[in-house]
């Protein structure tokens, strides 16, 4: 479009957009969709060359939201880290990215998760993480810290799983977490993710403007409740406003939620070195220790190959391969079997 900014594949970021969001308002995954369309723009990636995977859950509705000229495959509940492996072998031209929730990641999920973070498949891999299951009324997510309250009064006495602690541990080689609200953080991160060859982790702290904003919560629209929570009917969502954090590294910046309650956010500083995998999981450690989120790049490992050239896969993806390419020639089977006979 004339008098637009194109980038170096000659798009303008009209080109990155996707349809209008059902979010709903002052969703943070919202802002991380924002930030997902910068990176793909910035990063001058043809979207004609992606390919977007996403599970079952609010956070698995924004792909919509974005690159809509890009390919798409909308998994079952807890398999889209099994999907993304098919994806990855049948065509690793394809620059894949996946957009997942805390319950679809860490709960039925996860063993799906497990094993893609285990093999290093190349994926940038969002976690829209608010720690409820927003899409069946607020339950606990594996996510939820453990004291955390629900709306209804119960309290969750089961510790959460840290899905960067996790990421490290089962073998990813690109680990960060950041807060919807910091979009200065969470472009360059996706960006970092999209560069790396590899499984890109990035746990992104998302506020839940209707079922997290309750006294007791602590994962996304309270910290510590301040006072009583003025919204009563779930079926009226009062429009918010996306919460920003623009703070200076190596600091701590307090964000102030949709209720008045706060988190604390620690951004990791220049000195701080991503390669060392122990470091990596002290720091995660000492901040939940001090009830801190920890944003940044924890965790980096350039060496490791990912899964595609693990397996030696030639340039040809095997989605372009034809029949005579894949069967074995008819010679060929008829000496196994005479052997497999003896």
Do not use: W
Not at 152 to 167: F, R, S, T, Y
Not at 227 to 245: G, R, T, V
Request: aromatic letters at 8%; one cysteine or more.
């Amino acid at each position: 479009m004339a008098g637009e900014k194109a980038n170096r594949v000659n798009l303008t970021e009209k080109d990155y957009e996707g349809a209008p969001s059902t979010m709903c308002r002052g969703c943070g995954h919202d802002a991380i969709s924002a930030s997902v369309m910068r990176a793909f723009f910035e990063s001058s990636v043809d979207p004609r060359r992606v390919v977007k995977l996403s599970g079952i859950g609010c956070s698995s509705k924004t792909p919509a939201y974005f690159l809509s000229q890009s390919f798409g495959f909308n998994a079952v509940h807890g398999r889209m880290s099994a999907v993304a492996t098919g994806v990855n072998l049948a065509n690793h031209m394809l620059i894949p990215i996946g957009v997942s929730g805390d319950g679809d990641t860490a709960a039925i999920g996860l063993g799906n998760f497990c094993h893609m973070m285990r093999r290093n498949v190349n994926i940038t891999y969002i976690v829209e993480n608010n720690g409820v299951y927003g899409l069946t009324k607020g339950q606990f997510s594996a996510t939820a810290d453990k004291g955390s309250v629900m709306k209804g009064g119960k309290v969750n006495d089961i510790p959460a799983l840290d899905i960067c602690e996790l990421a490290i541990v089962l073998g990813a080689t690109y680990v960060a977490r950041s807060f919807s609200g910091d979009r200065k953080q969470v472009t360059p991160l996706i960006q970092g993710a999209l560069a790396h060859k590899g499984s890109g982790i990035l746990d992104i702290i998302s506020p839940c403007v209707t079922f997290n904003n309750h006294e007791g919560s602590t994962k996304s629209l309270k910290y510590v409740k301040e006072h009583l929570d003025p919204i009563h009917d779930i079926d009226f969502i009062p429009p918010y406003q996306n919460i920003e954090a623009d703070y200076p590294e190596g600091t701590e910046h307090p964000v102030t939620l949709h209720d008045g309650s706060r988190i604390v956010l620690h951004k990791l500083g220049k000195d701080y070195d991503p390669s060392n995998r122990m470091q990596a999981m002290n720091m995660i450690h000492a901040s939940v220790a001090e009830g801190k989120f920890l944003t940044g790049l924890i965790y980096y490992d350039p060496n490791r190959v990912d899964f595609a050239e693990e397996l030696n896969l030639g340039d040809t993806p095997l989605a372009e391969l034809d029949q005579d390419m894949l069967q074995p020639p008819p010679e060929l089977l008829d000496r196994i079997n005479a052997d497999f006979m003896k």
